[in-house]
């Protein structure tokens, strides 16, 4: 059954730092490039990151430049998503999605065909 996984989400004080993990498994994460979106309650799911299959290409929404950093390790099956300077402004659930390609083209949700289930971010003293 293919699979993505969110995890690594949890309460951290502004300022602080989390990695996300989003797992893949039933399929194998090399031929497609893979973003991050988050949505805060009452608002749209937004873009925050993308990796490309190969992990050459990468983009960042405006708001987590310099802050997150995408990666990914294709032989764990595995996309990484390490935020750091958390702001409350980055509270939200947490999802990783597949493209529908090998590369990064914006953050059109309609262009991704499967998600994980979220993970939590919550920024607060």
């Known amino acids: 059954q293919l699979q993505l996984v969110e995890s690594g989400g949890g309460l951290v004080q502004p300022g602080g730092s989390l990695r996300l993990s989003c797992a893949a498994s039933g399929f194998t994460l090399d031929y497609y490039a893979i973003g991050w979106f988050r949505q805060a309650p009452g608002k749209e799911r937004e873009g925050v990151s993308c990796i490309s299959s190969g992990g050459a290409s990468t983009n960042y929404a405006d708001s987590v430049k310099g802050r997150f950093t995408i990666s990914r390790d294709n032989y764990k099956n595995t996309v990484y998503l390490k935020m750091n300077s958390l702001k409350p402004e980055d509270t939200a659930v947490y999802y990783c999605?597949?493209?529908?390609?090998?590369?990064?083209?914006?953050?059109?949700?309609?262009?991704?065909?499967?998600w994980g289930q979220g993970t939590q971010v919550t920024v607060s003293s």
């Open positions: 999605g597949r493209r529908r390609a090998s590369y990064c083209s914006g953050y059109v949700r309609g262009e991704y065909d499967y």
